[in-house]
């Protein structure tokens, strides 16, 4: 086996403060492991080569001449490995970067810094240890030393680097990959150093030497539980002010709090590592997917060889944002209102956000990741789990019969830790892609899910097709191999076939032909409303209406005509009376006609039925005596052509429904007597709805649909939803004196892949912005 399959990458840039990356020997390979009660070594099995052969073999694999290690570099015992081996750590004081190895990797490390040139090196190694690696072993480790920049390379004295044409030049292929999945991954988390803050740390440190104290422990820990208890009585009063963090004042002060906590969680780091003598690297300021967190470079917690140290490290953030939460809830919870309280309920709202949604997940490489991995003494967690994770699906795929990637008891708690970790990160870019799509930039959102979808899906896919096609030779049985690889390409097809996928359209259910009766003038009722249910003809009267002002008016109007009349007939029709008499008579008329359009007006005040149905809906406000507005709702008749849905639509799913006329779709309702209706689709239109005929839809009713205000003072949907009518031919004995605006769901059913949803998902973004 090669010796790159030994060794893991660890990147430690995370806000934790362990900066820097560490190569890890893959234990039970080349380390010394106990089995069947004797210690072994499995390079020991090997054929020892002849000392020329292995001089010659590593000459011609090695990508770069070897022009010696680094004087710089620093060997040092490093932390028992997880099954009480030893390890060291070769330190990088330049990069600060850190590389844990095993026992044959330290002994040639130390033969590489005392001896001048690889064969003397390579001599040394074999007179004074028992190993006995191969060939293949040696040059795989000076090619990642020279991979690493841990060698001079001729490019560092000016020469030009040449193409290696050996089969170790693979690793320039690795590089590139590396790149490519850098450059599509590294805008996810980029530093920028702002302070080199060691000799501060360490004029501080006996300032708050006293924080860390056991009596001072005990106070928080008290004030802690004081104040989780108290905020428990009150816990209807804190939520409630948590709806503040919704006002652009709540929001602005939740962000300054949080930086504060931010602070004192970098400089808790800072301050436990310079407590166990070590230097802290730099502070400053990180973009963790364009958003600035604080963090603190203390790579060189690496040295100590005590994990509980370094557990103690990791945890100094958690410990401190716990402590500031517990004592800020005591102190809002016995501050009366006003500006103090208000202040510990943001700096108590950013503690434990920062430390139960960050800092806290064990999936993201943040503090808890840290303090499992030192807790489980399991270096490099999160490749080495990955890597178990892999080969328990190449164990499914292809009845994997090749080694295990190492020797652990923990192999299943792995392989599992790397199935979830994996599925989180998915589920992590997806958010980042969607959140970006919607709230900053289309284009730019459905440009990193494509980016996103090719670096952690496809492209690590295609790299275990063409592994496993490689080693085909560790195939197991040919039936379960095709059976599995069956099962497998059933699984991957169903991403790029139409499979059926269901969504719940709201809207109400309607009569076809009904009739919104309202108010023809304002008066007061003077009989009772019809009841519910009740079948009307048309013209039959429904109600009456009593205008006491039209009364009156008729009246006054009636008086001015007699008034009128009466002065006409005494006056003669010639002479100056005469053009007097003519002007009576044309006020006369104006008179009659307006006593004319008083009596219709009294007469429209007996509402009567349009159309031939039932009453479907009474304004239950009303009754008999009951004063009414102009245009006041009455009550509602429903003719007997049957009912259709008019459910809402948003423009994504409205394409969709075009053209798809006579679609089949099931009209639901939320109670269980109403049976399931089934619908035709009859057509869409293409204009957003503006009114409604209820307010049942919207979010402040319970419904589904956000609402927001419009300029007249009217509800209305926050987004443009448009109105798509399903005919309902059957109504399975469902009355037309029940439903009519009744809310309800259509159940439609689209048949789409994932890909092409993916696709076309990303295709709208970019169009949109008008970049294709």
Known sequence: MKISKLFEKININAPKGQQGFCFLSGPGVLKWQKKKGRVTSM?????????????KAVEKSLPHPWMGLRPELKLRRGAPGDDGSKTWLLEDPLQGHYFELGEFEAAFSVCLMTEPD????VEKLMAKTPLKPSPADIAGFLSLLQKERLAFLPSDFGDPEKKDPSPAGAGVKTN???????????????????????????????????????PFLYVCAVLWVLGILFAFQDWELYAHTANHLLTPLGAAAFVAALSFVKILHELAHALAAKSRGLFVRRMGVALMVF??????????????????????????????????????????????????RSVMFYFSGASLA?????????????????????????????????????????????????????????????????AFALAYRLFIFTVISVAVYHFVFKALGALL???????????????????????????????????????????????????????????????????????????????????LGKAVAPGETLLRIQSRALELKRDRLMRDFEKTRSVMETMRAGGAEGGYRKWLAEEAKRIAAAVRTADEALSQLRVGSPIRGRVVRVNETLGPGAYLFRSAFLMTVAGESGHEARVYADERTRQKLKGRRGARAGIVFEDMETPTLEGRLERVLDFPADSFVNLSLFDFAG??????????????????????????????????AVGHGRPCFARVTFWESALASFLRWAWRGLAGEGMI
């Not at 390079?43 to 001089?55: E, G, L, Y």
């Open 449 to 531: 899910a494509l980016a996103q979808a090719f670096a952690i899906v496809l492209f690590p896919l295609a790299l275990e097709i063409r592994f496993l096609i490689q080693n085909r030779r560790f195939w197991g049985e040919k039936k379960k191999v095709l059976r599995s690889g069956a099962a497998a390409a059933a699984v991957l097809a169903l991403a790029a076939f139409p499979m059926p996928r269901t969504q719940k359209l709201p809207g109400f259910l309607m009569v076809r032909d009904v009739a919104e009766i309202t108010a023809p003038d304002s008066g007061r009722i003077t009989g009772p409303l019809p009841a």
């Open 291 to 340: 958003m600035p967190v604080f963090y603190c470079d203390v790579s060189d917690a690496w040295r100590l060889r005590s994990r509980r140290d370094r557990v103690v490290i990791a945890a100094a953030g958690v410990m401190t944002e716990f402590a500031a939460a517990g004592v800020a809830l005591f102190f809002w919870s016995v501050s009366p209102e006003g500006a103090i």
């Open 176 to 214: 590139r990959r590396r790149r490519i999945l850098k450059a599509l991954t590294g805008y996810l988390f980029v530093k920028i150093p702002l302070a080199r803050p060691d000799a501060f740390i360490e004029k501080l440190l006996p300032w708050a030497a006293p924080l860390g104290s056991r």
């Open 43 to 55: 390079a020991m099995k090997r054929t020892p080569p002849s000392q020329t052969d292995i001089f």
């Open 354 to 418: 920062s430390s139960l949604f960050t800092n806290l997940n064990p999936l993201m490489r943040f503090d808890a990741y840290y303090i499992l991995m030192d807790y489980l003494r399991v270096s490099n967690l999160r490749s080495r789990s990955r890597a178990f994770f892999l080969y328990y699906v190449r164990r499914v795929l292809v009845d994997w019969q090749g080694p295990e990637p190492e020797i652990h008891p923990r192999r299943k708690f792995l392989a599992a830790f790397g």
């Open 118 to 121: 690889i064969r003397s090196a």
């Open 703 to 736: 419904g589904p649909m956000a609402s927001a205000p419009s300029p007249d003072g009217r509800a209305r949907p926050l987004k443009a939803f448009y109105p798509v009518i399903f005919s309902i031919p059957e109504s399975g004995g469902l009355s037309t």
